[in-house]
Nanobody, 123 residues
């Protein structure tokens, strides 16, 4: 049974950092592309980062490039999203999702999703 479980969200002040984790079970993360998406209230789901299978490539949205870093720990079957210099506009529910082998920004192509973790950036 494929499962994705996010953790690591919370409330931080602007300029702070958080590390999100996406723990996978039922499949091997190194064999698939894993994307991180976010959804703010009243807005659509936006992909912020993705890591392709077997180190095939990494994607960052312009809005997070230089501040967020995606990584994968194959031994723990987990994908991380390190978020630095957080801004109030980063406030959203963050989701990880599994796709095929290559990253895509098309959310409907991701076939399994986690339950989400809330990130709030506020002073």
């Amino acid at each position: 049974q494929v499962q994705l479980v996010e953790s690591g969200g919370g409330s931080v002040q602007p300029g702070g950092s958080l590390r999100l984790s996406c723990a996978a079970s039922g499949f091997t993360v190194d064999d698939y592309a894993i994307g991180w998406f976010r959804q703010a209230p009243g807005q659509g789901r936006e992909e912020v980062s993705c890591i392709s299978s077997r180190n095939g490539g990494i994607y960052y949205a312009d809005s997070v490039s230089g501040r967020f870093t995606i990584s994968r720990d194959n031994a723990k079957n987990t994908v991380y999203l390190q978020m630095n210099n957080l801004k109030p506009e980063d406030t959203a529910v963050y989701y990880c999702a599994k796709e095929g082998r290559h990253c895509t920004v098309i959310a409907s192509l991701y076939d399994h999703w986690g339950q989400g973790t809330q990130v709030t950036v506020s002073s």
